[in-house]
């Protein structure tokens, strides 16, 4: 059974800065893709970011200029700089293999003054 462990988390100020990162239990060699997804209150996950097994990135449009992705081996970080309360959610970390996908328990990230 592949697991993910995630950290981080917490909170932030507005404007604030955070960092995730989630280590998987699973080859790199058969990791596909690794990213991460939010749900907030109320509203369906969404896509957050995601690194390839190429290093190819994608984020959503939300969030660009102001996440980063960045990937070693099974581990996978998110950091996250000029926060905004709308950027409240539990996000997940996700793994892609070549065969199935995989979900971490989530953490949560609140941006609040």
């Known amino acids: 059974q592949v697991q993910l462990v995630e950290s981080g988390g917490g909170l932030v100020q507005p404007g604030g800065s955070l960092g995730l990162s989630c280590a998987a239990s699973?080859?790199?060699?058969?990791?596909?893709?690794m990213g991460w997804y939010r749900q907030a209150p109320g509203k369906q996950r969404e896509l957050v970011a995601a690194?390839?097994?190429?290093?190819a990135t994608n984020y959503a449009d939300s969030v660009k200029g102001r996440f980063t992705i960045s990937r070693d081996n099974g581990k996978v970080y998110l950091q996250m700089n000029s926060l905004k309360p709308e950027d409240t959610a539990v996000y997940y970390c996700?793994?892609?293999?070549?065969?199935?996908?995989?979900w971490g328990d989530g953490t949560l990230v609140t941006v609040s003054s």
């Open positions: 996700n793994l892609k293999s070549y065969t199935r996908e995989y």
């Open positions: 699973l080859s790199t060699f058969r990791i596909r893709a």
């Open positions: 690194v390839t097994s190429t290093g």
